[in-house]
């Protein structure tokens, strides 16, 4: 995604700052030619294991039908080469097991992964465990519990002047954008959430969020955090203890007679902490990029699956009412 930073704009721009963008670009160029030089060299990584492990994704939406993907994690080592028994799940909600069946036309862009489906439907407060076992591996085992749903929140919107550009692109001119403030009562513990825009006029479909952008990698100015999800993007927010959530999501503006008639609704996720540490790694590995890459982790996705990988979280959605666009 590229680096995502709130991206400060003033009127005037003094000879100063001109000379810290400059200087910036310098130090950064420095830095990746001296890395280029002085920091290759080959090593054999540790601890790899030459046994597979079971992958679980499973998300569970309040008021929707239970669905799980899974596999088995082939590693490195082993150049698809061992052999594992068939997979075994079994999936409980509130210490109920929950009957399971095969989607046998679901097609995977994942080696391996399959998919089973069930017509029960949790709730707020809902437990849910998931455990899985085959031949000659691991047995995992996971447990989430569905959120609360969101609390009460006022949603307000207006035209503002930014620079904001597509995920995974730059740009550097100034343009109008529609944003979308959603402001929560203080909540008694952390809360996460996640939000989409809906935009809608002959059909419906998710719009694309902008991202604010700044080339000035020195900075330590507050991101946007974001990840794909569903068929499109989702911006991320952390609302501490005891504070009111003040959450801003950008969609460009369209201000024309083509455009004019589109008018908009918002998808409000509240997220189990599981999910949210999870979207909060997708980022971070989206993030990582360029030189950051020599003074980051080489690689961390987060899992909550005991013996395995992958994630069993829960989410809480509500949609707005649509709002005119302006």
Same mark, same amino acid.
């Given at each position: 995604?590229?680096?995502?930073?709130?991206?400060?704009?003033?009127?005037?721009?003094?000879?100063?700052?001109?000379?810290?963008?400059?200087?910036?670009?310098?130090?950064?160029?420095? *830095?990746?030619?001296?890395?280029?030089?002085?920091?290759?060299?080959?090593?054999?990584?540790?601890?790899?294991?030459?046994?597979?492990?079971?992958?679980?994704?499973?998300?569970?939406?309040?008021?929707?039908?239970?669905?799980?993907? *899974?596999?088995?994690?082939?590693?490195?080592?082993?150049?698809?080469?061992?052999? *594992?028994?068939?997979?075994?799940?079994?999936?409980?909600?509130?210490?109920?097991?929950?009957?399971?069946?095969?989607?046998?036309?679901?097609?995977?862009?994942?080696?391996?992964?399959?998919?089973?489906?069930?017509?029960?439907?949790?709730?707020?407060?809902?437990?849910?465990?998931?455990?899985?076992? *085959?031949?000659?591996?691991?047995?995992?085992?996971?447990?989430?519990?569905?959120?609360?749903?969101?609390?009460?929140?006022?949603?307000?919107?207006?035209?503002?002047?930014?620079?904001?550009?597509?995920?995974?692109?730059?740009?550097?001119?100034?343009?109008?954008?529609?944003?979308?403030?959603?402001?929560?009562?203080?909540?008694?513990?952390?809360?996460?959430?996640?939000?989409?825009?809906?935009?809608?006029?002959?059909?419906?479909?998710?719009?694309?969020?902008?991202?604010?952008?700044?080339?000035?990698?020195?900075?330590?100015?507050?991101?946007?955090?974001?990840?794909?999800?569903?068929?499109?993007?989702?911006?991320?927010?952390?609302?501490?203890?005891?504070?009111?959530?003040?959450?801003?999501?950008?969609?460009?503006?369209?201000?024309?007679?083509?455009?004019?008639?589109?008018?908009?609704?918002?998808?409000?996720?509240?997220?189990?902490?599981?999910?949210?540490?999870?979207?909060?790694?997708?980022?971070?590995?989206?993030?990582?990029?360029?030189?950051?890459?020599?003074?980051?982790?080489?690689?961390?996705?987060?899992?909550?699956?005991?013996?395995?990988?992958?994630?069993?979280?829960?989410?809480?959605?509500?949609?707005?009412?649509?709002?005119?666009?302006?």
């Amino acid at each position: 995604p590229y680096h995502s930073y709130v991206q400060l704009y003033f009127e005037i721009l003094t000879v100063m700052n001109m000379m810290k963008h400059y200087i910036s670009r310098i130090v950064m160029t420095l *830095a990746a030619v001296l890395c280029g030089i002085s920091c290759e060299y080959e090593f054999e990584p540790e601890g790899l294991s030459d046994k597979g492990m079971i992958y679980i994704y499973c998300v569970p939406s309040a008021g929707e039908p239970l669905e799980i993907l *899974a596999a088995i994690a082939y590693p490195i080592k082993s150049k698809y080469d061992f052999e *594992a028994g068939d997979l075994t799940l079994t999936m409980k909600v509130n210490g109920e097991d929950i009957s399971m069946k095969e989607d046998l036309s679901y097609v995977s862009d994942f080696i391996g992964e399959r998919r089973w489906t069930a017509d029960d439907v949790v709730k707020a407060g809902d437990v849910v465990e998931v455990y899985a076992s *085959a031949e000659g591996l691991e047995p995992v085992y996971s447990r989430t519990v569905v959120p609360d749903p969101v609390p009460h929140h006022v949603v307000s919107l207006s035209i503002e002047s930014m620079d904001r550009s597509y995920p995974g692109t730059s740009s550097q001119k100034l343009t109008e954008g529609l944003c979308f403030t959603v402001m929560t009562d203080p909540h008694e513990t952390d809360c996460y959430y996640g939000i989409q825009v809906v935009r809608r006029s002959e059909s419906v479909e998710l719009d694309d969020i902008y991202i604010w952008e700044s080339d000035d990698m020195l900075s330590s100015r507050e991101n946007d955090r974001w990840l794909k999800y569903g068929s499109g993007y989702m911006q991320i927010y952390e609302v501490p203890a005891g504070k009111k959530g003040l959450m801003q999501i950008y969609v460009k503006h369209y201000d024309d007679t083509q455009w004019s008639e589109y008018d908009y609704s918002l998808m409000i996720y509240r997220f189990s902490e599981p999910f949210w540490h999870y979207a909060n790694s997708v980022y971070q590995q989206w993030w990582r990029f360029g030189i950051l890459m020599a003074f980051s982790h080489p690689s961390y996705q987060y899992t909550n699956i005991e013996g395995g990988v992958g994630l069993l979280g829960a989410v809480n959605v509500v949609q707005t009412e649509y709002m005119d666009n302006l």
